[in-house]
């Protein structure tokens, strides 16, 4: 299996395993921060995105992803999609760690 693949299958295990059934799925909406690279990098950022359009495509989820332009925006890119109509959000790349954890402390309950 490649790495691609494999990538698309866990970001869609992830966003399913959040939800307690398919009824839910409408109602559900994950949210994915890129680093740098954008969504189009042929890279991390973009298997990631597949992951969640596959999401969207066989469970009815909605998606929608914050593109970051400089290292500056992960904590912001990651700060406003907090408290709103995200179930889950994905950040992706390690570049993105220490404003994940940052985030993820702060706000257990999200």
Known sequence: ????????????????????????????????????GGIDDNSFNQTAWKGVEDAVSEFGVTGRY??????????????SLLGGECD?????GFLLGDATKKAAEANPEQ
Do not use: H, P
């Not at 295990?13 to 398919?22: E, I, Q, R």
């Not at 332009?69 to 700060?79: C, K, Q």
């Not at 889950?88 to 992706?92: A, E, G, K, L, P």
């Open 1 to 36: 299996m490649t790495k691609t693949k494999t990538g698309r299958i866990v970001t869609a295990a992830a966003v399913a395993a959040t939800w307690a059934g398919a009824s839910l799925a409408a109602d559900f909406s994950a949210c994915q921060v890129t680093d740098t």
């Open 66 to 79: 914050l593109e970051s332009t400089a290292e500056t925006d992960y904590e912001a890119n990651i700060n």
């Open 88 to 92: 889950i959000i994905i950040t992706v």
